[in-house]
């Protein structure tokens, strides 16, 4: 009895010690926060709320975008800060000046409660995206030959041959004039393109649609992951994986990791019988099989997993909505589809598939295609977390704190781009690069944690645009 009420006290004792260091240490940060946000010249996202802090004046990610948009047009800070409810404040940077600051600093990716990263783990696990320090500087290092032109020369047929199938399946509603949801589509497109690259699978996945057990997964893991960020209550694990949402996610979670472990069994056992194909041949896969650091130590089956779901992920949905958006691009703005259609129909003999070479020879649809993805940047923004104070001009972030690096408005910044809401290629022409920012454009990031994909996706976006120029006229026109 004596001794029972020992361990109790003792418990008691330790709980309610845990639960102060907690508070005295909320409140240290709290006083943190309040001092940079009230203590210095910041611009906030409107006026803060005693309560709900400023989640009162948005309610999803395009009304943050919009009201993000309207601050930068009048008040052109570099810095900002918004809280959610009264006890968290989040910063973010939006303008080029302060994105070359943070992109050269060595601040890992944001885990913590409300950074997306976190969410993606369980399904990408610790692949290049996430992970951080000594791991991903080796992995970068081992992976990077993967995408050197010689490996990336021969998907340009995988390209063609995927865009055949895309371009056979809009056939019956140019035909028939109905109007069709484009997005989906080009996801198919994207995933079918990355699974034979990564894998050499060829599972029929734009006939089959999300009948494909792989595809619904790969579609609602997406969903998801997104669902769950935008969900204050879905960021406390305990509440999610009781959930239906949770629940979902962990079965798909498993369903992936085996799909993907299938495929990478069979391809050590496939690779141990006939040895390494030709570099023609070399997908994704076979690179993570063999590489090795310089003290001949290959990547873990885990590692190796983690790439390949990272991939799955990184690799299609983004690319899916850069391609979407400029095929909007090209029904919104006629006289420029004319200008591509022009170099488009005298680069290539009707019907014939893009070359390698081709790629290099499409001056204004690569301007086309990156002005679209300034307007409508397809990651419209990452996240920091600060492990020391950091200095934007005048104002100082403290440490500890998430901070977003929004792509999308230093896309928009009026300071960088003048009539930054008027759709002009001719931006990106030579001439007209030389003296800008060199961190006014980055859909694919920048510094040392940039987008590895991004020549990949570049040659991906210019093959389908291309041939769809060719095959169709948008008159999307509205
Ligand atoms: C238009 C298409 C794409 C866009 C706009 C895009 C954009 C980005 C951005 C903004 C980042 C930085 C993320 C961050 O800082 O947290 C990133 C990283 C990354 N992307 Fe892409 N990406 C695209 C396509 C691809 C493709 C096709 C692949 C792979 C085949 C890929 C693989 C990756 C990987 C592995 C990283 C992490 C790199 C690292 O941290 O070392 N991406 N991408």
Redesign the pocket.
């Known amino acids: 009895m004596v001794f029972s009420t020992y361990i109790y006290r003792s418990l008691y004792i330790i709980i309610i010690t845990y639960l102060l260091w907690k508070i005295k240490d909320f409140m240290i940060k709290y006083r943190r926060w309040r001092v940079a946000t009230f203590g210095q010249n910041i611009t906030t996202l409107g006026p803060i709320h005693p309560l709900w802090g400023s989640l009162h004046l948005f309610h999803d990610l395009a009304s943050y975008f919009k009201l993000l948009g309207q601050i930068v047009e009048k008040e052109r800070p570099k810095v900002y800060v918004y809280w959610s409810m009264f006890f968290y404040a989040s910063f973010g940077v939006c303008h080029p000046d302060s994105a070359q600051i943070l992109y050269k600093s060595s601040a890992p990716?944001a885990y913590g409660s409300g950074g997306a990263?976190r969410y993606l783990r369980d399904w990408i696990g610790d692949?290049?995206?996430i992970s951080d320090g000594k791991k991903?500087e080796r992995n970068?290092r081992l992976?990077t030959p993967g995408?050197h032109f010689e490996i990336l020369k021969p998907y340009v047929e995988v390209y063609n041959s995927v865009t055949d199938i895309f371009l056979e399946k809009l056939e019956s509603y140019a035909k028939s004039g109905e109007a069709v949801d484009i997005f989906p589509r080009v996801a198919l497109a994207t995933l079918d393109t990355?699974l034979r690259?990564?894998f050499s699978y060829q599972g029929n996945i734009q006939h089959q649609g999300s009948k494909h057990p792989y595809v619904h997964a790969v579609n609602r893991l997406s969903y998801l992951t997104l669902s769950r960020c935008l969900k204050p209550w879905y960021q406390i694990d305990f509440i999610y994986q009781f959930s239906d949402e949770g629940k979902e996610l962990k079965r798909l979670c498993d369903y992936s990791h085996e799909f993907s472990n299938r495929i990478i069994k069979d391809r050590q056992q496939t690779l141990k019988k006939e040895g390494l194909p030709t570099k023609r041949h070399l997908n994704?896969l076979d690179i993570l099989l063999t590489a090795k650091d310089e003290n001949g130590i290959g990547l873990s089956d885990e590692d190796i997993r983690a790439?390949v779901e990272?991939?799955m992920f990184?690799?299609?949905d983004?690319?899916a909505?850069?391609i979407s958006w400029s095929i909007y691009c090209l029904g919104r703005y006629p006289e420029e589809q004319e200008k591509v259609y022009t170099e488009i129909s005298e680069l290539l003999e009707d019907g014939l598939e893009v070359t390698w070479e081709n790629l290099q020879e499409m001056p204004c649809l690569t301007a086309f295609v990156k002005e679209s993805?300034r307007m409508f940047?397809?990651?419209p923004g990452?996240?920091?977390l600060l492990t020391s104070p950091m200095k934007f001009g005048d104002v100082t972030v403290p440490a500890g704190v998430h901070i977003d690096?929004s792509?999308h408005s230093i896309h928009h910044h009026p300071d960088v781009w003048p009539e930054h809401e008027v759709f002009k290629p001719e931006r990106f022409l030579k001439e007209e690069i030389t003296d800008r920012h060199p961190y006014s454009y980055?859909?694919?990031?920048a510094g040392?944690?940039?987008?590895?994909?991004?020549n990949?996706?570049?040659n991906?976006?210019k093959v389908m645009i291309s041939r769809l120029v060719q095959r169709f006229v948008d008159v999307n026109n509205q």
């Open positions: 990716k990263y692949g290049l995206l991903w970068r992976l995408f990355i690259c990564a994704f790439e990272t991939f990184e690799g299609h983004t690319v909505s850069a993805m940047a397809p990651v990452t996240a920091r690096i792509i980055i859909p694919f990031a040392s944690r940039n987008c590895i994909g991004q990949f996706a570049m991906e976006l």
